[in-house]
């Protein structure tokens, strides 16, 4: 292998997660300020409309500045430069399961012959049954990640955030994250295989290209912006798809808030089975955890904390056979 080829490999590897940085870098000021307009004007801003004032909306000095924010900022960067190619590789074999799986029934079974003809509307079923699935699963592997008291220890660090921030996607301890994108995308291509069986097809180019869109979509618009500070509501529409409003009362400390709107885009899913929370006009709340884990308590303030306490408070759960978090 000469070094030109070796090159060549890693910058393949690292394509997708280079795009994403750059949308990141070129993105998420312009992003952010929209949103700051959006949300002063729906507020009925009052005193002076300045580039500075918008811009104090737009970034607040104390919540960039505040420990958790750094927390975030840095796992983000990690996460981006060594997660995001494996992820983005997971992401491709969702759909290369789906193949593998509709394969594997058509040997079993014998091939079945095309019901859908129309291209258009193959791609559709394709990318709807694969979306909606991974989706799906995303939801319920969220809400175990809460029920389940053993999982709870490596979602935690998601929600000792005390600030939020677009950067607050990121707050994913790692062996969470990979879990996160793993489990949806392999039973997301499992369904698909059994769709590609049923219509006697194959997965349509079309369909990876819809895929791979609107991955793009979902993660800048829908949950980068499901993590910025301001309350902004999308009206009925909440029950469908994640507002910023819905995630941030999901970060709430209000222990009546716990483990509600779990959703990761659509909360359509929270609707169905019970877990959604409509936020009551003028209803407020605090981010972080709990009130003993807050501030100068919190155990995942700096990196290391974040990155070791889950470890430690897992294993004494399993060698006590009893939670240590309260
Ligand atoms: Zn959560
Ligand atoms: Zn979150």
Redesign the pocket.
Known sequence: MTMYSIWESIVGFYEPTLEIVSLWALGLPLFVTVIAVMFILSQKWQGPLTIRTLANAAFPKEQYDHASSRVDMWNGIILLLLGFPLVGVIAINGIAIADNVGAYFNTAFGARDPVITSTWLLVAVQFLVYFMSVDFVGYWV?RW??TNAHLWHL?KP??TAETLTPWTLFRQHPIEFFGLNIIPAVVGGAFTGLVLYATGSQVHPGMVAAVTTTAYIAFFVIDVFSHVHMPISYGWLNRIVLAPVMHNL?HSMEPHHWDKN?AVILTLWDWMFGTLYLPKKGETWRWGCNEDEYGANNPHKTLKGFYFDPFVTLWRHLRDGKSPNP
């Open positions: 969220h990640c809460h979602h998601h929600h999901h779990n």
